[in-house]
């Protein structure tokens, strides 16, 4: 069983940048694909981003792609997304989650995941 913790949101101006950790504990994290998901007041949950389990492949949202930057470091268990040119519409709660395989989905869909994070909370205002 794994277990997923996020940390880092906050209070941001738009156009400024924020970077968001995640630590994946348990068994094996380093077999398992890792996703960005959030979830912003009455819409629903969509995939950010996602990263294979040797952080060799990508894959982004087309709302965040070009701008927000997934990596992993397996040695410390370590899950981060940069975030960029930040916009008013990027403000949600963050999650990370872990797939229960070694691969993603297309578009970084919450299909098969494992384990979710509590969130972080990203405000994107002047």
């Known amino acids: 069983q794994l277990q997923v913790a996020e940390s880092g949101g906050g209070l941001v101006q738009p156009g400024g940048s924020m970077r968001l950790s995640c630590i994946v504990s348990?068994?094996?994290?380093?077999?398992?694909?890792i996703g960005w998901f959030r979830q912003a007041p009455g819409k629903e949950r969509e995939g950010v981003s996602c990263?294979?389990?040797?952080?060799?492949?990508?894959a982004y949202g087309d709302s965040v792609n070009g701008r927000f930057t997934i990596s992993r470091d397996n040695g410390k268990n370590m899950v981060y997304l940069q975030m960029n040119g930040l916009k008013p519409e990027d403000t949600a709660v963050y999650y990370c989650?872990?797939?229960?395989?070694?691969?993603?989905?297309?578009?970084?869909?919450?299909?098969?995941?494992?384990?979710w994070g509590q969130g972080t909370q990203v405000t994107v205002s002047s």
């Open positions: 989650a872990a797939y229960s395989g070694g691969y993603y989905y297309v578009g970084c869909a919450p299909i098969s995941l494992e384990s």
């Open positions: 348990g068994v094996r994290p380093d077999e398992h694909a």
């Open positions: 990263i294979s389990p040797s952080g060799q492949s990508t």
